[in-house]
């Protein structure tokens, strides 16, 4: 695979010095090698989570953080805001978790409402919410801070996916009073599958202590109390969290902000891009997110009547770029661009007209 052509929304493409950090021999992961690497990690993510608590770091896909969330968050009934497949996943969950749930169910490509979230949470039936920062399977970016000022009125606490937020997406945990964000390594922080990662508050922390089925391997309780020794609980993939520190050395000197900008960027190359393709090709083609809620770090495009997302993700293909089919419902009439980790808007623009060729040769054959 040629650099800077991988737009899947996730995994994403990994640059090849990280890959190869993975190489070296493990060590034990209750020595005090591995402890020195771990607070180093801790340094480089908690820049990067923009807090000063621990991160917690877990062998486990994202969703193994969500359960871990959903599983310590306080005795009583969950809200989920629900706008597409992963926020779904939450309800999901909860369900297998026996944890009494209730779904809010908000159209495809919206957002939740700060001020009709304040309306469902005025019945004092919940003692916390679930909701996707960045929506992977439409590209919508909810606003979390808005929501979190809610939930504290109401003294309800705030479960936060940002899978494919973090490390592209602001986000501020401390500045912005959230209670427990969570994402995983093969998105924005443009890292292999296999490591998830989520901060939670001291409110959190302290309503978890009373909730029940906490399990062990995901108590987020244990991971607290081991990263005061700069450990994870049980036995972490240490070839993956060599990975991890090499890349947030480079995220670092990238700086955070900057990365967000690089990202911000690319969300506007794929606005613009839109808006010229529609021109030139006379096309119906859409993002599905609509304007002013739409992710930095993904975009799903909504297609024109008689372009089938299969076939124009194979063509594209053959011009050397990959981007992804939509997901769930949305399979057949959308594709996902992926424009998160390192890549840039050059590489943007290369695969956008691969895109776009890809467009015009099924418009003619359909």
């Known amino acids: 695979m040629r650099p800077g052509t991988f737009f899947f929304p996730g995994p994403t493409e990994v640059r090849k010095d990280v890959l ?15 402890r020195e690497l771990f607070a180093g990690v801790q ?16 062998t486990s896909s994202g969703t193994g953080m969500m359960e871990a969330a959903v599983r310590c968050s306080p005795r009583g009934k969950l809200l989920a805001l629900v706008n597409g497949g992963f926020a779904e996943r939450f309800v999901t969950i909860a369900q297998a978790c026996d944890r009494p749930v209730d779904r809010h169910d908000i159209p495809i490509g919206s957002v939740p409402d700060p001020n009709e979230v304040r309306s469902l949470l005025s019945r004092g039936a919940y003692t916390a919410i679930s909701l996707v920062h960045s929506e992977t399977s439409t590209g919508a970016l909810s606003d979390i801070h808005a929501i979190a000022r ?19 997406a602001e986000v501020e945990f401390d500045g912005w009073g959230l209670d427990c964000v969570l994402c995983a390594s093969q ?7 296999g490591l998830a990662f989520a901060v939670a508050s001291d409110e959190f922390l302290r309503r978890a202590s009373g909730a029940l089925g906490r399990g062990i391997y995901l108590d987020l309780l244990e991971f607290d109390s081991h990263s005061r020794s700069d450990e ?23 700086g955070v902000e900057a990365r967000w900008a690089r990202h911000e960027a690319m969300r506007l190359t794929m606005e613009a891009w839109v808006v010229g393709t529609r021109d030139a090709l006379n096309m119906d ?15 799903a495009l909504a297609l024109p009547a008689g372009i089938d997302a299969a076939s124009l993700v194979a063509r594209v293909a053959e011009r050397g770029y990959t981007i992804g089919a939509g997901y769930g419902t949305l399979s057949a009439t959308t594709v996902r661009v992926g424009h998160m980790g390192e890549h840039t808007v050059a590489d943007l623009a290369g695969c956008l007209a691969a895109i776009a060729d890809s467009l015009e040769v099924l418009k003619q054959s359909s």
């Not at 083609?285 to 975009?299: D, K, M, N, Q």
């Open 150 to 168: 809610v939930a504290r009125e109401a003294g309800v606490v705030v479960i936060v996916d940002s899978v494919s937020g973090i490390g592209g």
């Open 285 to 299: 083609i859409e993002i599905l997110a609509r304007p002013g809620v739409r992710s930095p770090t993904l975009t």
């Open 20 to 34: 190869g950090a993975m190489l070296r021999q493990p060590i034990p992961h209750r020595s005090a090698e591995f």
């Open 187 to 193: 998105k924005a922080l443009a890292l292999p599958p």
């Open 43 to 58: 340094r480089g993510l908690r820049e990067v989570f923009r807090t000063v608590r621990p991160v917690y770091v877990a």
């Open 232 to 254: 994870t609980p049980t036995t972490p993939s240490v070839s993956l969290i060599f990975a991890l520190a090499h890349q947030l050395s480079a995220i670092l000197r990238e």
